[in-house]
């Protein structure tokens, strides 16, 4: 596979361009039998945001193989809103988080996204920006997701700070990344995360570079 290169002057991912003028896209993403409509806002005020990325439709498939209905789970770098939504629509109580730039495009996309007898524990949406304000958030979830959230080597810290208030000796949680070597993907989940986490290796997609990993908190 050939190897992605970054610009020194973009602190994005090498695939994601920005957009001089905004437009949206409205996709249909078929996911555990279900079609999800996930408007897609693309400018530059989004950034990585507005897309969905391939760890995201990854995450939200393996999401159908667990029993989340009545499980407390928050999202972290919701962007869309595919995977807080696939865990909203198992029947979790779903808390979607990005900055607040994002929410208006996540409150579209779960609210278009309700099932036919409406929301039976509504997704909340709300404004966190890692290693700031997420205290204001209640700590000891059942489960805390996150997909592509792991490429600005500079937050990495205030992520992990993030993790372990959300995360309590009981909460799951599950990240799935591409590992781009020139953001330095690896590092955090060996490094970073390894410090204060019991990390596994759940799957791993050679073709895509795409890996999906679970972490505890160590007793």
């Known amino acids: 596979m050939e190897e992605e290169t970054e610009n020194p002057e973009n602190p994005f991912p090498a695939e994601v361009c920005l957009f001089e003028e905004t437009f949206s896209n409205d996709s249909v993403y078929r996911v555990g ?115 592509d959230i792991v490429y600005l080597p500079h937050t990495f810290p205030s992520l992990l700070d993030t993790l372990l208030h959300l995360c309590g000796r009981s909460t799951l949680l599950l990240l799935c990344s591409k590992m781009r070597r020139e953001h330095m993907t690896h590092t955090f989940y060996d490094q970073y995360l390894r410090r204060e986490f019991q990390v596994e290796l759940l799957r791993q997609d050679p073709e895509q570079n795409i890996n999906i990993y679970t972490a505890a908190l160590w007793t």
């Open 33 to 147: 039998g279900q079609d999800l409509l996930i408007r897609q806002r693309f400018g530059g005020d989004l950034g990585v945001s507005a897309a969905v990325w391939d760890s995201a439709v990854q995450l939200s498939e393996f999401l159908q193989s667990l029993e989340l209905k009545g499980k407390r789970v928050i999202e972290l770098g919701s962007g869309t809103g595919l995977v807080g939504i696939c865990a909203a629509r198992l029947g979790a109580a779903v808390t979607l988080t990005d900055l607040p730039r994002v929410l208006p495009q996540l409150q579209h996309n779960v609210s278009a996204n309700a099932p036919p007898g409406g929301w039976r524990l509504t997704p909340a949406v709300r404004p966190l920006s890692w290693g700031e304000d997420q205290h204001v958030f209640p700590p000891q979830w059942d489960l805390v997701l996150g997909a």
